[in-house]
T-cell receptor, first 112, second 114 residues
């Protein structure tokens, strides 16, 4: 069964450093998302992406964040200068053309 | 924007009994309501969903009901088993051609007592 994959599973970085989180969505899906989940809290929407451009972004997704689909399979989230409060689980999700979003296993980002 | 409330935050149920988790939403334009199961260290797994043109949907031991007038929907798990222990999240969206974000509830930690 096709699934969304994410790398790395855990990333530790120092405050102020740049990180890139990588996702490979399900191959025939067209819409891509990033969500994050701070420990013990609910999953929060960050950004949606379709046809090589951002469809919608939340207030969390400020100028420090960017997304890119550099090729036909990868979807990346970059945080330019990490802050302590960026520590969270980051989930990538994808959907074909409707509403069923399938999530990856997540990347745990720890900013020290 | 949309706000989704979920209750209870924790639920313990004897194996074999039923579990019910309830959610309310605020935006009457929301039309798609999925439920996700999250096991420790894993991503949310879609287990069932319902669209606003349907009042109830069932898949084996899992069912979801939707009351559009009251703006609430519920997850029902019957004949619970130990492997049902997890955190369950409800969500809502105005699903339209696939580019609508999900707004999640705060989650319910379900524990099945053997």
């Amino acid at each position: 069964e096709p699934e969304v994959t994410q790398t790395p599973s855990h990333q530790v970085t120092q405050m102020g450093q740049e990180v890139i989180l990588r996702c490979v969505p399900i191959s025939n899906h067209l819409y891509f998302y990033w969500y994050r989940q701070i420990l013990g809290q609910k999953v929060e929407f960050l950004v949606s992406f379709y046809n090589n451009e951002i469809s919608e972004k939340s207030e969390i997704f400020d100028d420090q964040f960017s997304v890119e689909r550099p090729d036909g399979s990868n979807f990346t989230l970059k945080i330019r200068s990490t802050k302590l409060e960026d520590s969270a689980m980051y989930f990538c999700a994808s959907t074909l053309a409707g509403d069923e979003q399938y999530f990856g296993p997540g990347t745990r980002l720890t900013v020290t | 924007g949309e706000n989704v409330e979920q209750h209870p935050s924790t639920l313990s149920v004897q194996e074999g009994d039923s579990a019910v988790i309830k959610c309310t939403y605020s935006d009457s334009a929301s039309n798609y309501f999925p439920w996700y199961k999250q096991e420790l260290g894993k991503g949310p797994q879609l287990i069932i969903d319902i669209r606003s043109n349907v009042g109830e949907k069932k898949d084996q031991r899992i069912a979801v009901t939707l009351n559009k007038t009251a703006k609430h929907f519920s997850l029902h798990i019957t004949e619970t088993q130990p492997e049902d222990s997890a955190v369950y999240f409800c969500a809502a969206s105005k699903a339209n051609f696939g580019n609508e974000k999900l707004t999640f509830g705060t989650g319910t930690r379900l524990t099945i007592i053997p």
